[in-house]
Structures are given as C-alpha cells and as structure tokens.
C-alpha cells in the first residue's frame, strides 16, 4: 500500500468516549501533521512532528493528544470530546524536517461524529 | 495573522468552459502557494506549487499565477470537465515553518 492511510474512515463516539485515529504513511517521509477540516471553515493546523520530535501545537485543548511513535506513524488520541469537535481530521505528510516549501501529501481523513 | 479568502464559494459552469478561481492573502511575505483538490469526503491532493519567485505554475490544463506584492493568486482551468468538479483549495506557506495557511475553497460543478 502507498501514500497516506487513516483508519478508521468514520468514527462515532460519545463525550465520555476514549478512541484515537491512526496515520500512516508509505512515503519515507520525515514529517507528519494533523489538521482538522469543520464545515465553513479553513482546514485548521492542529500538531506538526518533524523527525518524531512535535514542533507544532496550534493551542489545541489537551482533549486531543497526538503521539508519534516513528517516522511512519501517527496518532491522535482523543478524550472526553465535545460535539463541535465533530468534523473530518486529515493527516498529512512531507519529506523533509523542517525544509518549508514542501508539497504535503494527505491522507482521505477521518469523519468523526462527537454525539 | 495570515487570512486567506476564496471568491466565488461556490461555483457552477457548463462544461467546456474556461473559469478562474481567486485566492487573496493579507500577508504578502509567503514562502509559497499552494493550489489543492479536495473530491467529497476524501483528502487533499496537490495541484500546483508556486513558490514567491515565481509568477506561474502550469500542468495540463491548470495553470496558476501569483501576484505575491498585490497578495492574490488564481487558478486558470481551461476546457473544463465534469471530472474537473470538486473543492478547490489555496494555501499559503510562511516563511520559517511548514504551517500551511489554507481558505475555506471554492466548490466547483461542471455540468456536463
């Protein structure tokens, strides 16, 4: 399999739920990223890894938790979650550490569905 | 802070025809800009990838320029298709780190 996956595809959950989102990419590439797209809204920056080390936490609440236990994976745990945290989570990655300019190659994202 | 703003929102053509999306920013010290494709429910692919030196990017029948100083760019898509329907998005790139500043799109609807 190539480039960017997530599972699962769709999530429900409830506000006391815990559950997290997978990210994997094919790519050898060294950076990765979370965004979150809502609806009428800019896709949002949430967390951005660059050789598994974070170098970008855009304030998000501490209700999400990224890890990112090597280059090719990425994780965002999630708890205790709002129903405005409902939207579609995208992952990306990009080839180099922190080389600006770089296309991100995104994966087909996560529907989360917070009741 | 950096705001990125699409014209039209939403967008419907028969198809055939040529269109051009806007994107404006308000900070015009961008790295680059980025032009994206977004089909329902899906991720982001890239376009085109025009870095502040350049004036335009082309491939097939997509062509964006950039007009870093007046802070705007536009998407150029000639001979339109129905497969061409989708949610096209801008992002810019600040210098200094791989933040990607996006606009919320234009929803385009080739008609056949």
Not at chain 1, 21 to 47: D, I, T
Not at chain 1, 58 to 73: G, K, M, Q
Not at chain 1, 76 to 82: A, F, G, M, R, V
Not at chain 1, 95 to 110: K, S
Request: proline fraction near 6%; charge should be neutral.
């Amino acid at each position: 399999e190539t480039g960017v996956t997530q599972t699962p595809r769709h999530l429900v959950m409830g506000m006391t739920n815990k559950k997290s989102l997978k990210c994997e990419q094919h790519l050898g590439h060294n950076a990765m990223y979370w965004y979150k797209q809502s609806a009428k809204k800019p896709l949002e920056l949430m967390f951005v890894y660059s050789l598994e080390e974070r170098v970008e936490n855009n304030s998000v609440p501490s209700r999400f938790s990224p890890e990112c236990p090597n280059s090719s994976h990425l994780f965002l745990h999630l708890h205790t979650l709002q129903p405005e945290d409902s939207a579609l989570y995208l992952c990306a990655s990009s080839p180099g550490g922190l080389l600006v300019g770089e296309t991100q190659y995104f994966g087909p994202g996560t529907r989360l569905l917070v009741l | 802070k950096q705001e990125v703003t699409q014209i039209p929102a939403a967008l419907s053509v028969p198809e055939g025809e040529n269109l051009v999306l806007n994107c404006s920013f308000t900070d015009s010290a961008i790295y680059n800009l980025q032009w994206f494709r977004q089909d329902p429910g899906k991720g982001l692919t890239s376009l085109l990838l025009i870095q502040s030196s350049q004036r335009e990017q082309t491939s097939g029948r997509l062509n964006a320029s950039l007009d870093k100083s007046s802070g705007r760019s536009t998407l150029y898509i000639a001979a339109s298709q129905p497969g061409d329907s989708a949610t096209y998005l801008c992002a810019v790139s600040q210098g200094g780190s791989e933040k990607l500043v996006f606009g919320k799109g234009t929803k385009l609807t080739v008609n056949p």
